[in-house]
């Protein structure tokens, strides 16, 4: 009896079923996406495109007959990241947090210091090839590290000092390989003035590194009071810049008709402007690119793409421009790019040593600035 009453307490009791009853739905997970958006190779082609276009029309605009208003250039580049970020927003692709006079103040500092590291490295850029110039851009990795050993309480291992060691090879045979081709030349007074240009460029390269790894050690502190994410330091770092771009424009750089006619020669005028356009473009397609690239691959790929994308950045400069092609300039170039690849596996593997014994789950490993790419992107 007892039984029969328990059965009867946990019938339940079911509507009978007609003809337009439709059959229950049986749930079936929908398969993997394969189309162009989740395919890695796309991505992946898509960021070193746009970091070859964005370094090679910053060349092509710096290296013109004199040309002298860095600044310009920088206020026009932040107003097209501006705009592009802002219809990219308007259109839910991207999402970031609306304009604060309380965050301005806090990052106004982090502005200075990328309009710093910017102009920097645009006149680093004008007088030396991009080859040489990517390679020294290699030593500002050393800096951030131990920057990070002192601040931060990070560590080198030594995997990433002997990647240290080849960076700074390759940048001393890089060195040697221009002095060495301007000194084939020292007899005339075209070999000495590119000898003074190396020595400018090598000065303003050196600026460049300290500037940037300011900068980034700097930005990471700030990000951890704000809560950042990458398209907020974006919007942010854009736009608090152009107002003090235009004003060191105004005057500090020479607007007299005669200079403008110097840097907009009638003849390229029309391709300098639609080059100073595609740079300002650039910049966000890099950072569309990354985030991409890091949603449908790993940021162990990820960090090995920017290493390999070393190589064809450097070999551009040999192809759109007159860099020369020396066994000094080649073998540089080969030491900078295996100390790239060094230095990604030695990072993968001090990632992996910090993994382990942690609570493993199905979500990959991420870096944050990974996460807060992927986080901008959300609607």
């Not at 690119?289 to 162990?300: K, L, P």
Request: charged fraction near 10%.
């Amino acid at each position: 009896m007892s039984d029969d009453k328990k059965r009867e307490d946990y019938t339940i009791q079911m509507p009978p079923r007609t003809g337009n009853t439709p059959p229950p739905k049986i749930f079936t997970p929908a398969p993997p996406s394969s189309g162009v958006g989740n395919n890695p190779i796309f991505p992946i082609l898509s960021y070193c495109a746009s970091s070859i276009l964005m370094t090679v029309t910053n060349k092509y605009v710096l290296s013109g007959t004199g040309f002298n208003l860095n600044f310009f250039l920088l206020a026009v580049q932040s107003v097209i990241c501006i705009v592009a970020i802002q219809m990219c927003k308007s259109a839910n692709i991207i999402s970031y947090r609306d304009f604060s006079s309380d965050e301005a103040k806090k990052w106004f500092p982090i502005s200075l210091l990328l309009i710093g590291m910017i102009y920097t490295s645009t006149k680093a850029l004008q007088f030396l090839s991009i080859p040489v110039y990517t390679i020294f851009k290699n030593l500002t990795i050393i800096m951030i590290a131990y920057g990070e050993v002192l601040w931060f309480g990070g560590s080198v291992t030594g995997m990433a000092l002997f990647s240290f060691g080849l960076m700074v090879l390759s940048s001393v045979i890089a060195a040697y390989g221009d002095i060495q081709h301007a000194l084939a030349n020292i007899k005339g007074v075209d070999g000495s003035d590119k000898l003074s240009t190396l020595n400018s460029g090598y000065i303003w390269m050196l600026f460049n590194c300290f500037c940037t790894a300011t900068y980034v050690l700097g930005m990471r502190k700030r990000i951890k009071l704000t809560n950042f994410k990458d398209f907020d330091t974006m919007f942010y770092n854009n736009l608090l810049s152009i107002p003090i771009l235009l004003v060191c424009s105004i005057f500090v750089e020479d607007w007299s008709q005669a200079n403008i006619q110097k840097n907009f020669p009638l003849e390229n005028r029309n391709s300098l402007l639609i080059a100073m356009v595609f740079s300002g473009l650039s910049t966000v397609f890099i950072s569309y690119s990354s985030a991409w690239c890091v949603r449908v691959t790993t940021s162990t790929t990820y960090s090995m793409v920017g290493a390999l994308n070393k190589l064809p950045i450097a070999v551009s400069g040999l192809v759109f421009f007159d860099a020369p092609v020396t066994l000094a300039s080649v073998s540089a170039i080969a030491v900078g790019f295996v100390s790239g690849i060094v230095y990604a596996l030695a990072k993968v593997k001090q990632s992996a040593k910090q993994t382990m014994g942690l609570p493993t789950s199905n979500l990959p490993a991420m870096s944050a600035s990974s996460q807060s790419m992927r986080d901008g992107f959300k609607n």
